[in-house]
C-alpha cells in the first residue's frame, strides 16, 4: 500500500488559554504532535504533511529534525475540510491517512490494524469509532436500519433524538483512496459554524455508493485534548502506559502514582524506584540501580549498580557502575563520574570527570575539573575556575589526599598521590608526592581570655 499522511495541525486550542499553539503542549516531556508523528512511523509512509495554521514557525522549528516531515499552511482555519484540502496538492500514493495532531494516545498497532481492515475489505473510505457515553463534542456516526454508515453528525448539530438513537462516537482518525479527495470540492460550509467540515465527506461517498465503514477501537485511544485538563489526563494514561511498560520488564515502582517517568527514558531490570522521583529526557538507567525519593534525572546515562540518594538533581551526566551519588548533591551538565566513586550530600560537580574510587563525600564545588582515580576530596573543597571573564581548568591527579576547606585556584594542576593540608589556598601547581601547605602560622596568647574579662569589667 503505498501511504501518505496527513496530521491536521493548525487549530488555535483557544480553551488551552496560551500563546504556545496546541499540538506543542507536552505531556511526559514531548509535544502532543509528536505522539501522532512517532505512532505513523512504523506504517513507513511515503510522505507525511503537518497541517499548520496558529504558530506554523514555532510548530516547524520545534519538530526540525524529523525525518519525512513536511508542511503545509492552512491560511484561514476554516475547518478540517478545508484543512485537508490545503494539503491535497501534495499528496501522493493511492490511500491517505488523516489524523488529528491533538492526539496523542493513538498507538501504532491500532493503525496498522486499521489499514490492515480497510484494504482487506476494499473500503474507499473508513474511519475509527468508538462507544463512551462519559464522552462528549465527538460527532455522532448515521447508520441506516441495514447498519450501513451513510453520514456523521457533529456533536453540537445534533438534537436529543440522534444523541439518543446513535451512541456510536467519531474517532476523527480516516484512510481514503486518493480519488475520495474530489470530494473535498462538494463539501458545503456549515452555515452556523463558517467552516468545512471533513465529517461531510462520509455522507458524500455514502450517497455515491462508494464504500464507507466506521471500525471500533479503543476510546481511550482516540481521546483529544481541548482543555488542560484533558492535558493531564491523557499525561496520567501515558504515564501508566509507561511504568507498566517498565514494570513488565523487572523495574520495580514503590510508589508509581508518584513518579513521572518521560517516554523516551530507559530503566533496566531489578532497579528499583522510590516515589517522588523525576526521570526526564534520553535518561538511561542500568540494572540494579535504586533512585531514592526526591530525585530528578535528565538527559544522564546510568550504569549499573548504581545508588542515587534522597533529593539529588543530575542533568546531562554519565555515572559509571556502583558509584553512589547523594543525597542532596547537584550533578550540572557535562559531569562525568567514574566506577565506585562517591559524590555525597551538598556536593555540587559542574563540567568534571571524577575517576575511578574517587570520593568527594560533602559540602564541595567542583567545576571545570579533571580528577583522577582514587582521590579523596575533603569537605569543603572549592575550585575556583571563574575569574569574572573566563573559565579556567583544575586538574587533580590519581590518588591525591585533599584536606578541608582547600581553595583551588585555576588554572593549577595537583601531581600524583600529593597531600594538599586542611585550609588551603592552592594557587601554584604541586608537584607529584608532595604537601601542599598554605595558611599562617598558629599563635596562642597564653591568658588572653582572663585579661579580656578583665577589661570587660572595668569599662562597665
Known sequence: MNLSVVILAAGKGKRMKSRLPKVLHEALGRPMLQYVVDAVKPL???KTIVVTGNGAEEVKKRMDGED????????????????????KGELSGNTVLVLNGDCPLITAKTLKRFLNKHSRNKNDLSFLSFVDDSMSGYGRILRSESGKVTGIIEDKHAGPEEKRKFKELNGGIYLMKTGILKYLDRIKKNGSSGEYYLTDIVELVSKEGLK????????????????RAELL????????????????????????????IHTSVSIGRDTIIYPNTYLEGNTRIGNNCIVYPGSRIYDTIIANGVIIKDNTVIEKSRIGNESEIGPFARLRPGSVIGRKAK?????????????????????????????????????GTITCNYDGKNKFRTIIESGVFVGSDTQFVAPVKIGRDAFIAAGATVTKNVPAGSLAISRTKQQNLKGWVRRKQLKVKRQE
Not at 68 to 87: N, P, R, W
Not at 212 to 226: F, K, M, Q, S, T
Not at 347 to 363: D, M, R
Request: one cysteine or more; proline letters at 3%; aromatic letters at 6%.
Open 343 to 379: 559524590i555525597g550530600n551538598f556536593v555540587e560537580i559542574k563540567k568534571s570527570s571524577i575517576g575511578n574510587g574517587s570520593k568527594a563525600s560533602h559540602l564541595s564545588y567542583l567545576g571545570d575539573a579533571v580528577i583522577g582515580s582514587k582521590v579523596n576530596i575533603g569537605a
Open 68 to 87: 519525512g516531515l513536511s508542511f503545509v499552511i492552512q491560511k484561514e482555519l476554516l475547518g478540517t475540510g478545508d484543512a485537508l484540502a490545503t494539503a
Open 233 to 260: 489526563e491523557i499525561s496520567d494514561v501515558l504515564k501508566r502506559r509507561v511504568i507498566s511498560k517498565w514494570m513488565d520488564r523487572g523495574v520495580t515502582f514503590i510508589a508509581p502514582d508518584t513518579s513521572y
Open 212 to 227: 464507507a465503514e466506521a471500525y471500533n477501537c479503543p476510546a481511550e485511544e482516540i481521546r483529544g485534548v481541548n482543555t
Open 44 to 46: 513507513k509512509p511515503q
